[in-house]
């Protein structure tokens, strides 16, 4: 008898606990507004600059957090490797974009720069994808039975191994990608303050997901693959390939991932070897931010991430005079990361996975 | 798998064995092909080209290569040696001449376009390496050599098993002290065995005479314990006769641990001391990880408070608030680390499976940039650090105990109090609840067990392990930075319980040594030290899921229907416990 009202008692606590939490974050973050805006030491045009930077960042980790997003909804495991897989097609547009820009291509108009430029990302899906399915074939496909973590490291050691295979191969310097000149041009567009290539990146980004979204609802491998997600065996009765379903996530997964790292690299010039650890982080987040395993939930949880992660830092914590908030963006997106997963697990679009799952 | 040339099943027309199986003969040569080149380019050929295994006869590069030749060559050769030895030793020839065909490729495809623009390594000196023979040159020499060594192995192969074992033995010894050559003779050169030291190592790598000994007695001992066989005699023994042969054993081992770091010199015991600490990190998430299947990915966090907590108490730097030894600090680290825990646990009570990976990762990612922002600048000093922490004892630098030795002795000490903790604390009532709601909390919770106070405790018992393991660390560096704050030291610690197998405190020991110990001493190859990481983590998982020395309730979670369903489960604590207990 005792014991059950421990128990209540500790019950409570936790739910007070937990609403003091909330609270205590609500408040920091509506005080911190009010205070930054009175303060008036930002023009609304900053404001509008870290929108446009936080568009330009959030459609990369959108299209990242699709390959997180549709592993995670088929295979239940997180591809720990995509990152790397990202940063290996961000290396492979680089060098073809520099054969193309030895061509003189990049000096010849607008239209001929973005042929090349759709060549490179071509070149980059094709590296990404190679990849890719190497990884699931060798870390992953054995391991599918195993118990949940054992594929979680699995795929850590295939990361370390993308990593410093590539620091092997092309050394820990950085490489500048090479960009058209007009791309660095201010884009006419009212209010936000976006350079051509943000609005390069925006636009590609939008279309290529919109593509896959309706490659994923319409097709019948699109098809395939949401049955095999929903219930592996079931869709294995139906006549479908479990595998081939599972082997075309890692394969549209990393052809996205592979043009979100031309994209990257065209918006922030540097590529390296170990550039895609925190975005693959990210684009996590950003997957689970929008509801795992849901398409649009991850164009949706990549374009708040970057846009709170860009305002964020700012708006809540410069008006208490805190130092430096720029240091703080990771901090702010990984507190929302762990305020959606504490407050609401399904996302923000919500689905099914984490019902029946997690 | 025995070697006997031909048996009656393997005559004509007895299936695959029969056939020359040429798909999986090609299949295997393009994987070597590719690894081959994947050799070159990567750099551990051209890097290591000049890093001698055997003083004047064989440098690491080129035996990277001949090993893949070799490795190749072996598995194909392992489905033809049942129908004949010739056949073998052919199909091992052209396993080996296709890889090396794949080099060649290379040569001839290098000089034709310049891949040094986008691969670095592929330079005009890994073509000349690659072209190189001894007796030969030009671009036929990897066929060539690639063929001898597929022959060789193939040959070695249809040996039989008595000659084959040690003899394969004796080649993975040389690899073995060919690698460790420098560094066993560093510390041997102040003892009376500097002698032997130098004549059997070159500074880095064996010599031609240490290369013979070496491959002698290993081949010597090998074959001497396979004819005895020990362990089945030992095994055969009555339990109390066993006792009279296990006991001095464990002693000697015991005596072993204890004398290592001091007998190794100061580098070894540096690198003891960082397994010893990784131990304790081990131990402190195999409680939350391991028995109550948490996975925490910020760990990192506890060690953080753990280490700042020691240096904010007892730093006689800036920074420092209270100058406390450091014995009066560590008690307080470990209890900021359990509230810590407890502070962590609340909210992400509810969270399940990968998504608490996730959020713990994220809890960790926040400390450590909290840590080295200007923001907590002031009170924890910034990528700047806190300096000047003292030393566990105080004593003068020339004492034995001064240094890493110490660190090593004290964190060892505190992994004996903290392994007794954890193996009394499983099967205890709070052990089996753990185990409960790793395998399912709905049915824990219907069962009974509380879940809010019983991952509350795992989080601070963990948190308290981590916690006192960050104190010892910052006692053994003596300082603290920002930078020390990783996230690879959460995967780490995850790395090493999953690894040695969840939930199994040997298996932290074994775990530690193999993905901490061994890296260390892998220093000379810093640059490709994670990817050999990153290779082994993969490996260990695709060939062993349940870790490296695992608890038997795992095995038996993963091999559920076949070999241990006869198991009855009352004995399945108790006779884990007992195996344990024998450990030494």
């Known amino acids: ?358 | 798998m025995t070697a006997v040339a031909i048996q009656p099943t393997d005559m004509p027309g007895a299936g695959a064995a029969d056939t020359w199986n040429l798909r999986r003969v090609l299949q295997i040569s393009v994987i070597a092909g590719v690894v081959a080149i994947y050799l070159c380019l990567v750099g551990i050929v051209p890097v290591f080209a000049e890093r001698p295994l055997i003083v004047d006869v064989l440098e690491l590069g080129q035996a990277a290569l001949l090993i893949t030749f070799g490795a190749a060559s072996y598995l194909a050769g392992m489905d033809q040696v049942k129908a004949s030895w010739l056949r073998a030793v052919v199909v091992g020839a052209i396993v080996g001449a296709i890889t090396g065909a794949f080099l060649t490729g290379l040569v001839l495809l290098g000089e034709a376009i310049d891949l040094r623009s986008v691969f670095l390594n592929a330079s005009p000196t890994l073509y000349a390496l690659l072209t190189d023979g001894i007796v030969l040159t030009g671009p036929i020499v990897p066929i060539v050599a690639g063929a001898i060594t597929g022959a060789l192995a193939a040959v070695i192969l249809g040996l039989p098993s008595a000659i084959r074992v040690p003899l394969v033995i004796g080649l993975s010894s040389l690899l073995f002290f060919g690698l460790f050559a420098g560094l066993l003779r560093t510390p041997m050169l102040v003892t009376p065995l500097r002698d032997v030291a130098r004549f059997m190592f070159g500074s880095e790598g064996l010599t031609a005479a240490g290369a013979a000994i070496v491959f002698v007695v290993s081949v010597g001992t090998t074959a001497i314990v396979r004819r005895t066989k020990p362990r089945q005699r030992v095994n055969a023994l009555p339990p109390r006769q066993r006792r009279l042969v296990v006991g001095p054993l464990g002693l000697l081992v015991l005596a072993l641990v204890l004398l290592f770091p001091l007998a190794m010199g100061p580098f070894f015991a540096q690198v003891i001391a960082l397994v010893a600490i990784f131990v304790l990190l081990g131990m402190g998430l195999n409680i939350t990880l391991g028995l109550a299947g948490l996975l925490d990915l910020g760990f990192v966090a506890f060690f953080a408070v753990g280490a700042y907590t020691v240096a904010l108490l007892t730093s006689t730097a800036e920074y420092g608030l209270a100058n406390w030894g450091f014995w009066e600090a560590v008690p307080f680290a470990v209890l900021f680390a359990m509230l810590f825990g407890l502070i962590l646990g609340l909210p992400i009570l509810r969270i399940r499976g990968d998504y608490l990976a996730i959020a713990t990762l994220g809890f960790g990612e926040i400390i450590r940039i909290l840590a080295g922002s200007d923001l907590m600048k002031p009170i924890l000093g910034g990528p700047r650090g806190i300096l000047n922490i003292p030393k566990p004892l105080d004593v003068p630098p020339t004492h034995w105990l001064s240094g890493p030795v110490q660190i090593y002795y004290i964190a060892l000490a505190f992994a004996a109090v903290v392994a007794f903790i954890a193996w009394r604390l499983r099967s205890s009532r709070l052990g089996r609840s753990w185990m409960a709601i790793r395998e399912d909390e709905d049915v824990a919770e219907g069962m009974g067990v509380n879940l809010v106070q019983t991952k509350l405790l795992a989080y601070m018992l963990g948190g308290a392990f981590a916690g006192l393991a960050g104190a010892i660390s910052a006692g053994l560096v003596g300082s603290i930075f920002a930078s020390s704050i990783q996230l690879q030291l959460s995967i780490n610690v995850a790395a090493i319980v999953i690894v040695g197998g969840m939930g199994s405190i040997p298996g932290v020991v074994v775990g530690a040594l193999i993905l901490v110990g061994l890296p260390e001493l892998f220093r000379e190859f810093s640059d490709y030290r994670l990817l050999f990481y990153g290779i082994a983590l993969m490996v260990i998982m695709i060939l062993r899921p349940e870790g490296l020395l695992p608890s038997r309730v795992t095995r038996r979670e993963l091999h559920t229907s076949r070999e241990l369903a006869d198991v009855p489960d009352s004995e399945l604590v108790t006779d884990e416990e007992r195996r344990e207990a024998s450990l030494p």
Do not use: C
């Open chain 1, 1 to 358: 008898m005792n014991a059950r009202k421990l128990d209540r008692v500790t019950d409570v606590a936790i739910d007070v606990f937990m609403w003091s939490f909330k609270a205590v974050i609500i408040a920091v973050v509506v005080v911190g507004s009010v205070l930054t805006l009175l303060s008036g030491t930002y023009t609304p045009a900053d404001w509008l600059e870290l929108v446009g930077a936080g568009l330009t960042q959030g459609s990369i980790y959108a299209m990242i957090a699709l390959g997180y997003t549709m592993v995670y909804g088929i295979l239940r495991m997180i591809n720990f490797a995509h990152g790397e897989i990202f940063m290996a097609g961000s290396f492979g547009g680089y060098f073809a974009l520099v054969a193309l820009a030895s061509t003189g291509m990049l000096s010849q108009g607008v239209a001929v720069s973005l042929f090349a430029i759709g060549l490179a990302i071509l070149a980059a899906m094709a590296v990404s994808v190679l990849l890719a399915v190497g990884v699931e074939r060798i870390a992953y496909r054995p391991l599918r039975d195993a118990p949940r973590l054992v594929p979680l490291i699995s795929a850590i050691g295939a990361s370390l191994f993308l990593q410093y295979s590539f620091r092997g191969f092309f050394g820990s310097g950085l490489y500048a990608y090479p960009t058209p000149d007009f791309l660095k041009q201010d884009a006419p567009i009212p209010l936000l303050s976006m350079r051509w290539v943000d609005v390069l990146v925006v636009v590609a980004s939008l279309a290529m997901m919109t593509v896959l979204y309706l490659f994923v609802m319409r097709s019948k491998l699109g098809t395939s693959i949401r049955a095999v997600s929903e219930d592996q065996g079931t869709a294995a009765l139906m006549g479908i390939d479990a595998n081939r379903a599972i082997v075309m996530t890692f394969v549209i997964g990393a052809a996205m991932a592979g043009a979100a790292g031309v994209l990257y690299g065209l918006a922030f010039i540097q590529v390296t070897y170990f550039m895609g650890v925190i975005p693959g982080i990210k684009a996590f987040t950003a997957a689970v931010l929008g509801g795992i395993g849901n398409v649009p939930g991850a164009l949706l949880g990549g374009l708040f991430l970057g846009l709170i992660e860009a305002i964020g830092p700012t708006l809540f914590l410069s008006g208490f005079g805190v130092p430096a908030t720029n240091q703080l963006k990771d901090a702010v997106a990984f507190t929302m990361l762990v305020l959606v997963l504490v407050f609401r697990p399904s996302g923000i679009l919500g689905e099914r996975v984490t019902r029946s799952r997690a």
